[in-house]
């Protein structure tokens, strides 16, 4: 577990580092178009680029590439040079190739995404995912050059390139709050505010993929155009992208089902006369805060362990991948247990402090708040089942992990299409985040039990289980600590930005230090580990 500590480590303080700077980026744009019409509009134009490239090769890069350049570095006579080089060359021009098509059929991609968007609303959404496409061809070579440094342990840029993307359109967020007279009224907008907002968009990807290339040529990748398909060991790769492009699809048919039924959300309200209802952008902006601990702790661990569990089954070693990703799971959990039951107690503190300004006002931040409380049930199933993945992807199986994805799109599209015909339009997106904790609790079950056949020798079910009772233990007197905290402000200086700090700090700040203290008496090792990890930082 030491070796992953370390890693994970150095990855997770540029994951904070970016994801911090996300919150900024984030609140900023809330602040400067809201969360209404006009946030609905761009938060659609700007999750086109991820569906497209997530579903035309995104998916293949996450899952097949970094196991296929390990094996080529191992069997290879040049170490693989040449196979990278021929993948970033391909990647990229077909990417690009995507992003022309994309910007040409954009009003169809709007069209299959959104409904019941106001003409103004759906004109605007067009016009900004015209601006926001060309990314997708900046995607590819970002993602290749991290694949590439991952085989080689080096997993720093990778985690802080993303700051400077999030710099850029917090620059660009500022500049339309002092620029444009619009704010978030979405009929005031003009043709240069649109263009400022999608420019800028892209232009933060285009300075992570440079920051990307310049840390691969530092480890002595030299990029040099090749097209030799028949070395890309494109058949290979097909054959397992084949059912990693079903993944994708099952999840991206997931998603469009949320994005229509979001704004379908608000159009639902607008007819019953109900006024303003949480929509896509509330859940998106919930979803990206649910991601922070997932993101700072799990993504660390998965990205430090695939290349290793790939390297233990080349060797024919699945007890090692059995001893990984035990590991693994049990240092995820030991901070996404805690943040899990904070995120249910102090959602609507941490939304009302971050987006409770500008053009959103309070109670839509409330909103924002209550799908945030909602999806911190999901933040353990979820990374797990993330985790799980990770261990067929080791063994080049991407078959499994689409079967496992269509179970979880039929619980998730059944219960988000039954609580959208049920439930007030106010409530409908906290049910569709329900619906996402359904789907994620549910696949990982399926998951561990398909990856323990696999591996023949279990995943060390009893002591993961027997780790997470005490890690909960220890989590839930930090729980009720916040909650005392947010009752004890609530009823003396209400809800408002100020007093959600004050929230914040009284019961998340107090709830984590008392995990600690607990958890560290308890002897959980997993902390006791990150603790001398910190310790040892901090001592030097």
Same mark, same amino acid.
């Given at each position: 577990m030491s070796r992953v500590l370390r890693?994970?480590?150095?990855?997770?303080?540029? #994951?904070?580092?970016?994801? +911090? @700077?996300?919150?900024?980026? #984030?609140?900023v744009l809330a602040s400067a178009i809201g969360v209404a019409t006009l946030g609905n509009a761009y938060n659609v134009a700007y999750t086109i680029p991820f569906i497209l490239f997530d579903l035309l090769i995104g998916g293949v890069l996450s899952s097949v590439i970094v196991p296929m350049i390990v094996k080529a570095q191992k069997h290879d006579a040049d170490g693989g040079r040449a196979y990278e080089q021929r993948l970033m060359t391909i990647a990229t021009l077909v990417l690009l190739a995507i992003a022309i098509v994309g910007v040409l059929c954009a009003p169809l991609l709007v069209s299959l995404l959104t409904t019941d968007l106001p003409p103004r609303g759906y004109d605007v959404a067009v016009t900004l995912a015209r601006y926001i496409l060309p990314q997708i061809a900046f995607f590819g070579i970002g993602a290749i050059a991290g694949a590439i440094l991952n085989t080689r342990d080096r997993f720093a840029a990778p985690m802080w390139a993303p700051v400077l993307n999030n710099v850029v359109v917090i620059v660009v967020a500022v500049l339309y709050l002092f620029a /444009?007279?619009?704010?978030?009224? !979405?009929?005031?907008?003009?043709?240069?505010?649109?263009? +400022?907002?999608?420019?800028? @968009? @892209?232009?933060? *990807?285009?300075?992570?993929?440079?920051?990307? *290339?310049?840390?691969?040529?530092?480890?002595? $990748?030299? $990029? =040099?155009?090749?097209?030799g398909l028949r070395q890309a060991r494109l058949g290979?790769? &097909?054959?397992? &992208? =084949?059912? @990693? +492009?079903?993944?994708?699809? *099952?999840?991206?048919v997931s998603f469009v089902i949320i994005t229509n039924l979001a704004t379908g959300a608000v159009g639902k309200a607008a007819a019953q006369g109900a006024g303003d209802v949480a929509g896509i952008a509330s859940y998106s902006y919930a979803f990206q805060l649910f991601q922070l601990p997932y993101g700072i702790i799990a993504v660390s661990v998965i990205t430090a362990m695939l290349p290793r569990m790939s390297r233990h089954v080349h060797d024919g070693r699945p007890e090692a991948v059995a001893e990984e990703?035990? /590991?693994?799971?049990?240092? =995820? /959990?030991?901070?996404?247990?805690?943040?899990?039951?904070l995120l249910m107690v102090l959602g609507p503190a941490v939304t009302v402090? *971050?987006?409770?300004?500008?053009? #959103? /006002?309070?109670?839509?931040?409330?909103?924002?708040?209550?799908? +945030?409380?909602?999806?911190?049930?999901?933040?353990?199933p979820f990374s797990v089942y993330q985790l799980l993945l990770r261990v067929f992807y080791a063994f080049g199986d991407t078959r499994t992990p689409a079967l496992i994805a269509l179970g979880n799109l039929a619980v998730s599209a059944t219960v988000s299409f039954v609580l959208y015909l049920t439930l007030p339009p106010d409530l409908i997106v906290m049910g569709l985040a329900l619906a996402f904790t359904a789907a994620y609790g549910c696949g990982a079950v399926a998951a561990w039990i398909l990856a323990a056949r696999k591996l023949g020798t279990g995943l060390g079910g009893r002591a993961v289980g027997t780790a997470l009772a005490r890690m909960y233990v220890a989590a839930v007197p930090a729980a009720a600590v916040a909650l005392a905290a947010l009752w004890v402000t609530t009823e003396l200086a209400g809800i408002s930005p100020l007093s959600s700090a004050v929230m914040l700090v009284a019961g998340g700040a107090a709830g984590g230090l008392l995990y600690l203290l607990i958890s560290h008496r308890m002897? !959980?090792?997993?902390?006791?580990?990150i603790i001398g990890l910190v310790a040892g930082r901090v001592g030097r």
């Open positions: 890693a994970s480590a150095i990855m997770a303080a540029g #994951t904070m580092v970016s994801r +911090l @700077t996300g919150f900024a980026r #984030t609140a /444009s007279d619009a704010g978030g009224d !979405i009929d005031a907008v003009t043709s240069g505010d649109l263009a +400022l907002l999608g420019i800028g @968009t @892209t232009a933060g *990807i285009v300075v992570q993929s440079i920051v990307l *290339i310049i840390a691969v040529h530092r480890v002595g $990748f030299r $990029f =040099v155009p090749r097209l290979e790769m &097909g054959r397992a &992208g =084949v059912w @990693t +492009l079903a993944f994708v699809l *099952i999840n991206q990703f035990a /590991s693994g799971v049990r240092l =995820v /959990s030991s901070v996404i247990v805690p943040a899990g039951l402090l *971050i987006f409770g300004h500008g053009s #959103t /006002s309070v109670p839509q931040a409330i909103d924002i708040g209550n799908v +945030l409380q909602v999806f911190g049930l999901a933040l353990v002897r !959980i090792a997993e902390i006791s580990s």
